[in-house]
């Protein structure tokens, strides 16, 4: 069975930082793409962040220069480093996993298998 569970969530002002950690365990998962998404109220889930097995990476415009994904493959455990937040980036993040790809990562939910249960990142001004 895989599971992945996300923790780091919380509330910060603008211009803060969070680290999100999602923890995997059921599968192999350095073989396997790996994204954050997130949903604000209201509005479709997006992808923020990618990372292919051999840790390569992609982040949508709206992210780029503030966040940072990476793999602890020791831990087993994917992160996303939050900088400079902003009110718009308040919404709730998901960890995935694409169980039929390692590389050539896409970015729409529907092609992830595998989903954490969400946590929680609000951003005051």
């Known amino acids: 069975q895989v599971q992945l569970v996300e923790s780091g969530g919380g509330s910060v002002q603008a211009g803060g930082s969070l680290r999100l950690s999602c923890a995997a365990s059921?599968?192999?998962?350095?073989?396997?793409?790996m994204a954050w998404f997130r949903q604000a109220p209201g509005k479709e889930r997006e992808a923020v962040a990618v990372?292919?097995?051999?840790?390569?990476?992609t982040y949508a415009d709206s992210v780029k220069g503030r966040f940072t994904i990476s793999k602890d493959t020791a831990k087993n455990t994917v992160h996303l480093q939050m900088n400079s937040l902003a009110p718009q980036d308040t919404a709730k993040y998901y960890c995935?996993?694409?169980?039929?790809?390692?590389?050539?990562?896409?970015?729409?939910?529907?092609?992830?298998?595998?989903w954490g249960q969400g946590t929680q990142v609000t951003v005051s001004s």
């Open positions: 990372i292919t097995s051999i840790g390569a990476t």
């Open positions: 059921g599968y192999t998962y350095e073989a396997y793409c």
């Open positions: 995935a996993a694409d169980g039929d790809r390692s590389w050539n990562c896409l970015n729409a939910p529907d092609e992830y298998d595998y």
